[in-house]
């Protein structure tokens, strides 16, 4: 079992209200090596910045063509359009929400909280917690792993 944050752009689609209105599960696309039974930690880009849901993968073959419908969830035709184009061939993930931080989490969880705690750089793409020593442990000592 891993841990991963991934990112999530809060400007193209909306992660809170899809994994709440969908029962509390999403299919994510991915080109890690995520599996059934890995934690997924969702970090919304700008300007939530900030890590606001824990995960797990419920399953890790799912087909294009069995994707739960979230196309509602798309702020926009043209942003469903480019995810549809670029997402035929991908590998999802289905992640299930099993806990939402509250603002006395969230505020440990902020880009500059995980900076302060090890990480470097913008955040994209998917991270590996026990990649980073230092920021893995900062999610031990906080327990969430």
Not at 5 to 26: C, D, M, Q, W
Not at 64 to 70: A, G, P, Q, R
Not at 78 to 85: I, N, P, Q, S, Y
Not at 86 to 113: G, H, P, Q, W
Request: glycine share 4%; aromatic share 12%.
């Amino acid at each position: 079992m891993a841990n991963w944050i991934i990112s999530h752009n809060p400007n193209t689609y909306r992660t809170i209200k899809a994994f709440i209105e969908l029962r509390g599960v999403i299919d994510q696309a991915t080109s890690n090596n995520i599996h059934t039974g890995d934690f997924v930690f969702i970090y919304l880009s700008d300007p939530i910045r900030k890590i606001v849901l824990k995960t797990i993968v419920i399953d890790e073959n799912i087909s294009y063509k069995s994707l739960i419908n979230d196309n509602e969830y798309f702020v926009s035709e043209e942003t469903l359009k480019e995810f549809e184009d670029k997402n035929k061939t991908s590998r999802f993930i289905r992640l299930k929400a099993i806990k939402y931080f509250d603002d006395d989490v969230n505020c440990k969880l902020t880009l500059e909280s995980l900076r302060n705690n090890g990480y470097e750089g913008n955040m994209q793409g998917a991270i590996q917690l026990e990649n980073n020593e230092q920021l893995f442990g900062y999610f031990k000592n906080i327990m969430l792993i």
